[in-house]
């Protein structure tokens, strides 16, 4: 399994990622939180769980995590550049906790720039209130049952919005659920990708 470390230009800033998966799978975009960086997706074994089922993963260090050098991105428009840079079309969205600050405004405003939506406990949804019902592809909102953090609230808050959204719970884990049951949180978001993929064919 060969995962490739690339660089793009966003912005006029230099951005990180890694990429894994047959260039012409269905892609799907790895954002992370304030704790992590592009290489967790590694060391979880996600980037080679997704790049073995055929589809093309990019983990993506956001601006000052990971290689990625600091800048003041704007995250309102940051994630659709990145796309564009890359030519990614209608990728599955990952957005773990901080980088809801990046997802969000994308996902909200052109959601059919994307297939689907994976909101793990992602920060910002109360700001978004109002645009959340926008949301017109699929979401799967995963949270930890103890997370502490990012409350429950907002994941019912965004899967009363959404209109094709659900929810998974998963037990005994806080608010990184794939870092304290990666077995759990690598078999649901594989199920959602395989739906997705199932329904356009």
Same mark, same amino acid.
């Given at each position: 399994?060969?995962?490739?470390?690339?660089?793009?230009?966003?912005?006029?800033?230099?951005?990180?990622?890694?990429?894994?998966?047959?260039?012409?799978?269905?892609?799907?975009?790895?954002?992370?939180?304030?704790? +992590?960086?592009?290489?967790?997706?590694?060391?979880?074994?996600?980037?080679?769980?997704?790049?073995?089922?055929?589809?093309?993963?990019?983990?993506?260090?956001?601006?000052? +995590?990971?290689?990625?050098?600091?800048?003041?991105?704007?995250?309102?428009?940051?994630?659709?550049?990145?796309?564009?840079?890359?030519?990614?079309?209608?990728?599955?969205?990952?957005?773990?906790?901080?980088?809801?600050?990046?997802?969000?405004?994308?996902?909200?405003?052109?959601?059919?720039?994307?297939?689907?939506?994976?909101?793990?406990?992602?920060?910002g949804l109360g700001e978004y209130?109002?645009?959340?019902?926008?949301?017109?592809?699929?979401?799967?909102?995963?949270?930890?049952?103890?997370?502490?953090?990012?409350?429950?609230?907002q994941r019912d808050l965004l899967?009363?919005?959404?209109?094709?959204?659900?929810?998974?719970?998963?037990?005994?884990?806080?608010?990184?659920?794939?870092?304290?049951?990666?077995?759990? +949180?690598?078999?649901?978001?594989?199920? +959602?990708?395989?739906?997705?993929?199932?329904?356009?064919?």
């Amino acid at each position: 399994m060969t995962i490739e470390s690339l660089w793009t230009q966003v912005a006029d800033s230099r951005v990180h990622y890694l990429a894994a998966g047959p260039p012409d799978g269905q892609p799907v975009v790895l954002l992370h939180g304030a704790s +992590f960086q592009a290489t967790t997706w590694q060391d979880l074994g996600t980037l080679q769980k997704l790049a073995a089922a055929g589809c093309r993963a990019y983990a993506i260090d956001l601006p000052g +995590f990971g290689q990625s050098p600091r800048t003041t991105p704007n995250p309102a428009t940051w994630l659709g550049e990145l796309l564009d840079r890359l030519k990614i079309a209608r990728p599955i969205l990952v957005a773990p906790s901080m980088s809801g600050r990046f997802a969000l405004p994308l996902v909200t405003a052109s959601p059919q720039r994307l297939r689907g939506f994976v909101a793990v406990a992602p920060v910002g949804l109360g700001e978004y209130r109002d645009r959340l019902s926008q949301i017109t592809i699929p979401v799967l909102a995963i949270w930890g049952e103890t997370d502490h953090i990012v409350p429950h609230a907002q994941r019912d808050l965004l899967v009363g919005s959404a209109p094709r959204a659900r929810k998974v719970i998963i037990a005994g884990a806080g608010h990184a659920p794939y870092m304290q049951d990666a077995e759990t +949180f690598h078999r649901e978001l594989l199920a +959602f990708i395989r739906e997705l993929v199932a329904a356009e064919d």
